[in-house]
């Protein structure tokens, strides 16, 4: 929180690795500008590196790639992506952008403070994500510490007991998160969806519909 520069370099290089983390760069933007607008630098300069030494077609190959692999494994059971598999198996391409500009501006109105910022766009971008592989579940580490923060001062144990039930749905291993899927047939654009994708959706609904964490979160930057 007092570190605006290692903030937005981190968060800068790991839009540049990885797609679902490009949703961190709005999440500072939202609540930190200076972070933010470092880490916007941090990942354009990647890119225009990135153009400079591959080639100005690299862009175009990479949105091809990533639309034809979407494509590809949208019906794979592994694939733990919601939008990103909705438009790889077919769906209608306005109602996915539709949908992407609606949660992004509800994660938007919702983030006012950073920890609630980044939860809410962690997790938007791995349901916007064109691929999300088990892997990449490493993201919603912080969101799901910053729901945890405002469920464990409270007077029931429910909210925490129905939130280790769902970091336990998160944390199944592939074959396992397979088997509990054709246990719990949800129709979806390309077959059934994933039980860990369902999820993502009740993660981030969670962080964008709990309210905001209390005092422990309640954080102005001075920069």
Known sequence: ?????????????AACLTVPAISILPALLRTWRRPGALAVLVFVTGAVVTIEVAGTGVIRSFLETAGQTAGTYAYAVTNYAVLGRAAGAGANF???IGTTAFLAVVSWIRGEEPDDAFAAFA?????????????Q?????????VLFSRLVGGASSLPLALWA??????????????????LLPI????????????????LW???????SGGAALKWNPST
């Open 205 to 211: 609904g969670w962080v964008v519909g709990g309210g």
């Open 1 to 13: 929180h007092v570190r605006g520069g290692r903030a937005g370099l981190a968060a800068g290089i």
């Open 94 to 96: 306005t109602a996915v």
């Open 137 to 145: 579940l490493a993201l919603i580490l912080v969101p799901a510490a």
């Open 123 to 135: 997790v938007l971008g791995l349901l916007v994500s064109p691929l999300v592989w088990s892997q």
């Open 187 to 202: 129709r979806f654009p390309g077959g059934v969806l994933p039980v860990v994708s369902v999820g993502l959706v009740v």
């Open 165 to 182: 039930t769902l970091m336990l749905l998160l944390s199944l291993p592939d074959g396992s998160a397979a088997w509990f899927s054709q």
